[in-house]
């Protein structure tokens, strides 16, 4: 279970990473984490798209990839903090939500090493795929969870990954 935690200090780390224009982020003295901040940084070969937006403790951040995927981030919480990523895929029907998440989230990898803890993330997800097969989110440590959803239709897949505590 050693690596499960590591999964979730990530989630603190994603949080926190120094991508963004801090000038737009002021902290709120009434939550004890830093706004959400940008992931992904513009300028990254491999993506052809990228947009950042914050309204509050609230953020959505969208990446186009050279290979025509999407991901959209949604950050939200205070002292309860939670990251959903929407992957827009070609179909995959016959894939099962892990090994879809494994993979998408090693290909997050190849952007950079400041990305390589989605690689742990990818670990820690295909550890748990017997939990996944009976439960849409699986709780890895008190209190903290990792949700998995995919959608297919004819034209694409939607994999919706959820990082959050409760």
Not at 115 to 125: L, P, Q, S, V
Not at 129 to 149: H, I, R, T, Y
Request: hydrophobic residues 35%.
């Amino acid at each position: 279970m050693k690596h499960l935690s590591f999964l979730f200090c990530l989630i603190g780390l994603c949080y926190c990473l120094s991508c963004a224009d801090k000038s737009t982020n002021t902290k709120n003295v009434n939550c004890p984490t830093p706004p959400p901040e940008a992931i992904f940084k513009k300028d990254l070969s491999g993506i052809s798209g990228h947009h950042f937006s914050i309204k509050g403790r609230d953020s959505e951040e969208s990446l186009t990839f050279a290979d025509s995927s999407a991901v959209t981030i949604f950050q939200s919480g205070c002292e309860k903090i939670a990251q959903e990523y929407r992957f827009t895929l070609p179909p995959s029907p016959d894939k099962s939500s892990v090994n879809l998440a494994v993979e998408r989230l090693t290909y997050l990898t190849r952007l950079g090493p400041d990305y390589m803890t989605f690689g742990g993330w990818a670990n820690a997800i295909a550890s748990l795929e017997k939990e996944f097969a009976s439960n849409s989110a699986v709780q890895v440590e008190p209190g903290f969870f990792v949700g998995l959803d995919k959608l297919d239709t004819k034209e694409r897949t939607i994999l919706i990954i959820k990082l959050f505590e409760q």
